[in-house]
């Protein structure tokens, strides 16, 4: 250190670790699906399309890991769960510290009050199952800016 530094060398080693971008940063999709084949394709799916997952089979498993600080950038949720529903789930979401996590909700028994609920809880989409996988990774890599 000089007389001319402002910064220690300890402070300038902080810095620049803050500094550096980590070499991969990567993206993680939680998918929340009571039903585990459906669950698991889903996950093999956007693994082989190069995304990372976590899964959860109900909105216990999907806070924990939420709360977990893992890091989950999007939600790919059920509507129909027991003992709650996706859209319990989502308002739970957005009443926590995670609150802004895009979540889209995917559904084969929905009507049109579910889908009004799930926009006003501001969710990237809803989507009818059978699910269009074309579709699903379209808006999942525009969410994860792939």
């Known amino acids: 250190m000089t007389e001319h530094d402002i910064l220690t060398d300890a402070e300038r080693e902080a810095l620049q670790e803050v500094m550096q971008t980590p070499a991969s940063v990567s993206s993680c999709v939680l998918i929340v699906e009571d039903d585990v084949l459906a669950r698991e394709l889903l996950a093999e799916f956007l693994e082989l399309n190069a995304i990372e997952c976590l899964q959860a089979s109900n909105e216990e498993e999907a806070l924990a890991l939420l709360a977990s600080g893992q890091p989950i950038n999007l939600m790919l949720t059920d509507l129909r769960m027991l003992p709650h529903d996706g859209l319990h789930l989502i308002r739970k979401v957005r009443e926590s510290e995670r609150a802004a996590l895009p979540v889209i909700i995917m559904s084969g028994d929905a009507n049109v009050r579910d889908a009004i609920d799930a926009m ?8 009818l199952k059978p699910i269009d996988t074309d ?7 525009e969410e994860l800016g792939m």
């Open 120 to 127: 006003h809880l501001s969710v990237v989409d809803f989507l």
């Open 135 to 141: 579709r699903l990774l379209k808006l999942i890599r």
